[in-house]
């Protein structure tokens, strides 16, 4: 069974979105159109994404326009999209629409998974979900030298240091990476 992973972005005021679920402030900072490789998680068989992050990368990127991008970017990993709406799919994409809260879906996503890890990539709440079930087991964050007035929270929950284990800290570019074991409750 592989790992839960929920890496992403966020703004030095700890923001993953603005007030407009936009993530333009990523692409504004100099070297984010071309990531260090070493940023991103390994072994990911599953993409995990609520509703906003799905539709902000579908008009960012295009891919309803240039339905060929997604394999590009996704290739052929499922991608289940928390979310309560009807919402487009890029043409040949394998995107999965799921309703209720994660616990609910979670075998689904295991099964699916196999031995592969699952790459959870926003919002917020959804990471909350994960944590509130006790099925986070890395949390990597990629700080960046922006901040926002306000917008989507990384985690409107609490949680205390005593399950963060710091595992990995280092610069990669203009950006602060940071990588934390969750260690399960006790």
Same mark, same amino acid.
């Given at each position: 069974?592989?790992?839960?992973?929920?890496?992403?972005?966020?703004?030095?005021?700890?923001?993953?979105?603005?007030?407009?679920?936009?993530?333009?402030?990523?692409?504004?900072?100099?070297?984010?159109?071309?990531?260090?490789?070493?940023?991103?998680?390994? &072994?990911?068989?599953?993409? @995990?994404? %609520?509703?906003?992050?799905? +539709?902000?990368?579908?008009?960012?990127?295009?891919?309803? =326009? *240039?339905?060929?991008?997604?394999?590009?970017?996704?290739?052929?990993?499922?991608?289940?999209?928390?979310?309560?709406?009807?919402?487009?799919?890029?043409?040949?994409?394998?995107?999965?629409?799921?309703?209720?809260?994660?616990?609910?879906?979670?075998?689904?996503?295991?099964?699916?998974?196999? &031995?592969?890890?699952?790459? @959870?990539? %926003?919002?917020?709440?959804? +990471?909350?979900?994960?944590?509130?079930?006790?099925?986070? =087991? *890395?949390?990597?964050?990629?700080?960046?030298?922006?901040?926002?007035?306000?917008?989507?929270?990384?985690?409107?929950?609490?949680?205390?240091?005593?399950?963060?284990?710091?595992?990995?800290?280092?610069?990669?570019?203009?950006?602060?990476?940071?990588?934390?074991?969750?260690?399960?409750?006790?």
């Amino acid at each position: 069974m592989g790992k839960i992973v929920f890496d992403a972005a966020v703004t030095l005021n700890g923001f993953l979105a603005d007030e407009n679920h936009s993530l333009q402030w990523l692409f504004e900072v100099e070297g984010a159109d071309d990531p260090d490789p070493g940023l991103l998680p390994t &072994d990911v068989a599953v993409h @995990v994404e %609520g509703a906003n992050t799905y +539709l902000w990368v579908l008009e960012h990127e295009k891919f309803m =326009d *240039e339905p060929a991008k997604w394999q590009a970017y996704y290739g052929e990993r499922p991608t289940y999209v928390f979310t309560h709406r009807d919402l487009p799919i890029p043409e040949g994409a394998d995107v999965r629409f799921l309703q209720g809260q994660v616990a609910q879906h979670l075998p689904e996503l295991r099964a699916t998974a196999g &031995d592969g890890n699952i790459w @959870v990539l %926003g919002g917020g709440e959804l +990471l909350g979900q994960f944590l509130d079930i006790d099925e986070l =087991d *890395e949390l990597a964050l990629t700080i960046a030298p922006a901040t926002v007035a306000s917008g989507a929270s990384l985690l409107p929950r609490a949680i205390g240091s005593h399950r963060l284990r710091l595992v990995e800290a280092r610069q990669a570019g203009p950006f602060a990476r940071l990588r934390y074991e969750v260690r399960k409750r006790g």
